[in-house]
C-alpha cells in the first residue's frame, strides 16, 4: 500500500484533518475538492508561484525587442524628418508596450504549463468520483511504517471513508 484515501463531507474538517497531518510532518498531501476552494491553498501551505516570474522575463524580453526591432527598421529604412534624430525612444514606446504585452502574455501562459505540469497523462493515485460529486478527499503518501499513524489521525477527524491505495 502507498498510501491512504480519506473522504470527507464537510470542507472544513478535511482543511483541519489536511493541517494537522501536515503539523505531523506528512507533506505529501493531494487534496480533491469539486469546487475550487481557497481554504484549500491556506491547508497546503504552498509557496507563492514562480508564475510571476515568467511574466517579468517575458515582458522585459518583450520590451527590448519591441525597441530593437523599431530601431533597427528605422535605420536600415531611414526617414528623416525635420533634422530629429533617426532612432527616437518617444514613437517606439508604443511598439514596445505592445511587444512587451504580447511576449509577457504569451510567456505567462507558458510558465503557467510549466509550472502546474499540465497536461498530466493518466489518472491521479487517490482520485475517487465521489470527489466530483460533492466530498471532499485527503490522498496521502507515507512510508508503509507510517500508515497506521496516519490512519489513526485521519479517523480522528471522522471522516465518512478510510481506505488504502495502491
Same mark, same amino acid.
Given at each position: 500500500?502507498?498510501?491512504?484515501?480519506?473522504?470527507?463531507?464537510?470542507?472544513?474538517?478535511?482543511?483541519?484533518?489536511?493541517?494537522?497531518?501536515? #503539523?505531523?510532518?506528512?507533506?505529501?498531501?493531494?487534496?480533491?475538492?469539486?469546487?475550487? #476552494?481557497?481554504?484549500?491553498?491556506?491547508?497546503?501551505?504552498?509557496?507563492?508561484?514562480?508564475?510571476?516570474?515568467?511574466?517579468?522575463?517575458?515582458?522585459?524580453?518583450?520590451?527590448?525587442?519591441?525597441?530593437?526591432?523599431?530601431?533597427?527598421?528605422?535605420?536600415?529604412?531611414?526617414?528623416?524628418?525635420?533634422?530629429?534624430?533617426?532612432?527616437?525612444?518617444?514613437?517606439?514606446?508604443?511598439?514596445?508596450?505592445?511587444?512587451?504585452?504580447?511576449?509577457?502574455?504569451?510567456?505567462?501562459?507558458?510558465?503557467?504549463?510549466?509550472?502546474?505540469?499540465?497536461?498530466?497523462?493518466?489518472?491521479?493515485?487517490?482520485?475517487?468520483?465521489?470527489?466530483?460529486?460533492?466530498?471532499?478527499?485527503?490522498?496521502?503518501?507515507?512510508?508503509?511504517?507510517?500508515?497506521?499513524?496516519?490512519?489513526?489521525?485521519?479517523?480522528?477527524?471522522?471522516?465518512?471513508?478510510?481506505?488504502?491505495?495502491?
Amino acid at each position: 500500500m502507498r498510501g491512504l484515501v480519506a473522504r470527507f463531507r464537510e470542507l472544513d474538517v478535511m482543511v483541519d484533518a489536511a493541517k494537522e497531518l501536515r #503539523r505531523q510532518g506528512f507533506v505529501h498531501l493531494t487534496l480533491y475538492s469539486p469546487t475550487p #476552494r481557497h481554504e484549500l491553498e491556506d491547508a497546503m501551505g504552498h509557496p507563492k508561484s514562480n508564475v510571476r516570474l515568467y511574466t517579468l522575463i517575458g515582458g522585459l524580453l518583450g520590451v527590448s525587442f519591441g525597441y530593437w526591432i523599431a530601431i533597427w527598421a528605422s535605420e536600415w529604412w531611414p526617414l528623416v524628418v525635420g533634422g530629429k534624430p533617426i532612432p527616437s525612444w518617444v514613437p517606439y514606446t508604443i511598439f514596445g508596450f505592445e511587444v512587451m504585452v504580447l511576449i509577457g502574455g504569451l510567456a505567462t501562459v507558458a510558465g503557467l504549463f510549466i509550472t502546474s505540469r499540465t497536461p498530466k497523462i493518466g489518472t491521479l493515485a487517490g482520485y475517487d468520483p465521489g470527489f466530483s460529486h460533492g466530498d471532499y478527499g485527503i490522498y496521502i503518501e507515507a512510508p508503509p511504517n507510517q500508515l497506521g499513524r496516519v490512519e489513526q489521525i485521519l479517523r480522528s477527524f471522522e471522516p465518512a471513508e478510510v481506505r488504502g491505495e495502491r
